[in-house]
């Protein structure tokens, strides 16, 4: 009862308008009238507060207005510097309030920076629908998809074995795991987390996991398919690193680092369209992964 009295004050204190051009009709995905289909946007290193994110969250709505999204999906870095309750209004509630106001559940998964302060502020903030937890799942459709929200912040053994029988039992036609450091990165800032693909590989390739989505390099990647996995860097939410790109690394698919960018999924039984937008409307790459 506290968290939805919370979430009520947050909402109407929101009155900023968002800033930012929306994307040109007809130019995005299109939902159409399926039942079991499921539609969200996914952005990661965002929490600036800035007109980067501001144009970025104009450009969510418009895609929302278009089709309505499910809900918004971050992978991380949800709130700059450091992770601080203090900074939800400013970095979050504000350049995001239209979103807010249609309603659009966030879904947040912490990332280096959210920890810089602990934990508590975002696992407990109610518009990040964490619920107290620093991992969890979400489930969408008649067992359509599962979302498998890790920290990777902390990927110790009892998020590994707690993962690994969360995917066990799940029935879901589509397992999405979410986590903020890129085990495959093409990234010159970064690059890809070896330890956390010591960890987190095996158990991705054991229950068959087709598409997964992380952030923490301020670029957009699709990288090559490894064993099988289609995995995404969506992590210029807010803060883009142009230029951050290896162009000759051999994990990269496709990649954009010349500005902000979020990206589109929709999911119905067969596969999964996928889209990544910059903060001006451009399509920057597009795509379906079939399921296997």
């Known amino acids: ?3 939805q ?20 009709p007809g130019s995005i995905l299109a939902a159409g009238p399926v039942k079991d289909k499921f539609r969200c946007a996914i952005v990661g290193d965002w929490g600036t507060g800035d007109r980067d994110a501001a144009a970025v969250a104009g450009q969510m709505i418009g895609a929302h207005r278009q089709s ?12 700059y510097p450091n992770g601080s309750g203090r900074y939800f209004s400013k970095h979050f509630e504000q350049p995001f309030a239209q ?13 280096n920076h959210d920890v810089e302060q602990g934990r508590d502020d975002q696992r407990q903030y109610p518009l990040f629908n964490m619920g107290g937890k620093t991992y969890y799942t979400l489930q969408q459709g008649d067992g359509l998809v599962e979302f498998f929200m890790l920290d ?12 690994e029988q969360s995917l066990k039992v799940s029935t879901a036609r589509w397992k999405i795991p979410i986590f903020h450091h890129p085990i495959y990165s093409s990234g010159k800032k970064h690059g890809s987390n070896l330890e956390l693909r010591r960890k987190l590989e095996p158990l991705l390739v ?16 699709r990288v090559k398919p490894q064993q099988g996995i289609h995995y995404f860097v969506t992590g210029a939410g807010g803060k883009a690193r142009r230029g951050g790109t290896d162009l000759n690394s051999p994990f990269r698919a496709a990649s954009f680092d010349d500005d902000n ?15 990544a937008i910059s903060e001006t409307s451009k399509i920057v790459d597009q795509g379906v992964i079939k399921r296997a």
């Open 152 to 163: 990777s912040t902390d990927f110790d053994s009892a998020q590994a074995g707690w993962l």
């Open 206 to 221: 054991q229950y068959g996991i087709s598409v997964a989505f992380s952030g923490h390099d301020h670029i957009y990647e």
């Open 5 to 24: 009295i919370t979430r009520r004050r947050v909402l109407q204190s929101l009155t900023m308008l968002t800033a930012g051009t929306l994307i040109r």
């Open 99 to 111: 979103l807010l106001r249609e309603r659009i559940n966030f879904y947040a998964v912490l990332g």
């Open 68 to 79: 309505p999204l499910d809900f918004v999906i971050a992978v991380g870095d949800n709130i």
């Open 1 to 3: 009862m506290r968290d």
């Open 261 to 275: 960018h979020f990206m589109l999924i929709e999911v119905d039984d067969q596969q999964v369209n996928f889209q």
